[in-house]
């Protein structure tokens, strides 16, 4: 969505393939600096960064595509992991008939092949107006917008344009800006808004990833104790990849 910040996690003074504790975290403008044990420093931007403690183990890859992830051992499902992710896969149940989606990480080198997120992750991160409140207490996006139900995309558009310009003048915070382009791009692409209208109807309908994956994901959660997949519990930024991708998927 374009309301959300980009992600990025700028450089490091070599891969740290293998997790390395945090010694030092200090802030510069724009960025978070993180010295480790190892005498590694990371270059972190402030939306990664910021969750970043002392006595955190981190690894990470360098590049213009870093994967990173932060194990923190005082907190349980605490840990994070930040990676480029591909194709999205349909919700399915796992083993406790919790739904949930499988994310496929786009070229990870530190050992995680997929991601999986609970619907519910997925609802309370993309569909809400407030990401601080429970579903039951969240205002819809057409009263945000001050529409009706019924709106065609032209008046979505104007009433956008409207609400834009009141939270400017009164120069709300940066999280209302982001709510209100949230819900625009919502309300204004029609998958996404006959799935919001669903949970509307019924908020424990399984919630597909939005744009099928394809992007640049920070979650919180935990690695598998054996295997290769990282089980979030919570969103914390999702930026889309806005390039078409061709999938070549076998027939049944």
Known sequence: ??????????????PLSA???VTVVRQETGKIIC????G???????????????????SATAGAMPEIRVRKPALRRADLYYTRVGYAAQPRP????EMFIRLEVAAGQLGMSAVHIPCRAIRDYFFVTDREKPWGSQVSFYRLLHVPQTVRFGELRLAYRVRRMEYRQAKAQK????????????????????????????PETPTPFPYS??????????????GD?????RILAFLPDRRRHTLTLPLR
Do not use: W
């Open 40 to 58: 590694a420093i990371l270059v972190l931007s402030k939306l990664v960064g910021s969750h970043v403690r002392v006595g955190d183990e981190i």
């Open 19 to 21: 997790l390395a504790r």
């Open 35 to 38: 010295t480790c044990s190892s």
């Open 229 to 233: 997949v990282f089980f979030a519990r």
């Open 1 to 14: 969505m374009s309301a959300e910040p980009a992600i990025s996690a700028a450089e490091t003074s070599g």
């Open 94 to 97: 796992d083993r406790r008939s």
């Open 213 to 226: 994956g394809f992007g640049s994901v920070l979650v919180e959660g935990e690695q598998a104790k054996e």
């Open 175 to 202: 999280s209302e800006v982001a709510a209100i382009e949230r819900a625009y791009n919502i309300l204004a692409d029609p998958q996404l808004r006959a799935v919001y209208e669903t949970l509307l109807s019924n």
